[in-house]
């Protein structure tokens, strides 16, 4: 159904309750998503993002509320990833003579994607493009999320188009930010910040800086993803600037998988030695944990401490995953420790620490050993392990 967000301005996109996993099964998505598509009627027809090509018709049906699809005159496509070019096909099926307009570096990976001859326009940082009474700026962004995004403002209604930025993977019965839980969508949008756009931090700082610098008027932020910003439309700009410097809390993360019982009795230990100097923990299973989940606790978090029994002289694979995902985020301002029991070699400690090294979070306290199933000394040490990680918490 199509969403009047202004006077001649629609919400055409797609709500996906059923969603449970994105970009392939790599992210989890408990709340669904939503795929944005925007709608402008003005002299020239414009269409701002389509949806991902499983709800091309639900697109369209949408559009046909409005308008003749034929009657688009341009298409953005803010960003070539499928989820908002996937309608693009269906769409341009329909409206043959439209112009469609992609940043310098979507010239390449649109049609990339599709292979097909449509009348493309570039444009840079600072065009515009009248389309009536309202003008179409656009601003490329970036890594926010690929090097083909851009940003598209619609003037005289102030409304700011930036994508994937400030998106949620959140199904909602109502479109604006106003109008939902806002537990859930904190929750949730910063999940996706964590899970997706935490590695671009930088540049993340940079181009707010620089959209801010231009002095738009903003009265709504509708991303690709999830609500609209329509209450207070900066708060999630202010939000991003906290998540993106990467300041975290002083509260520990500790991860483990174990075989039989033995790492986990080493870190319920090491939580005790955390609470025992008031630095809140929690501590993840990996092996039954969800792991993007797992991956926005510790991106909140200052210290992250890593234990798995040695298997086949390495680690248990059941953490793999979140530590390669450790990796390619990137996060700043981490400190971390290892742990773990052995029965023959044990070198997973040694595995872990080094990991978190080449991640470049420092070990700040010697890993814990423990041969067999731990005794009470190694409980003891894993306690003490805990409070070394809490007093360079607090550091
Ligand atoms: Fe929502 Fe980068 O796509």
Redesign the pocket.
Known sequence: MAVELAKNVYGVGVVDWALRRFHGHELSTHRGSTYNSYLIVDEKTTLVDTVWGPFQEQLLRNIREIVDPAKIDIVVAN?A?T??SGGLPAVMRQAKNATVVVSPRGKESIPGHYHQAWNFRAVKTGEKINIGAHDLVFVEAPML??PD?MFTYLTGKNILMP??AF?QHYATAFPFNDQVDQEELYEEALKYYANILAPFSPLVLKKIEEVLALNLKVDMIAP??GVIWRKDPLQIVKKYQQWASQEPEKTAVILFDTMWEGTRQMADAIGLGLASENVPYRIFHMAVSDRNDVIAEIFRARAVVIGSPTFNQGILPGLSPVLEEIRGLKMKNKIGAAFGSYGWSGEAVKIIEEHLQRCNIPVVAEGVRAKWQPAVEDLDRCRELGRSVARAVKA
């Open positions: 960003h990833e989820d908002h999320h690929w995004s994508n994937d998106g690709s993803h």
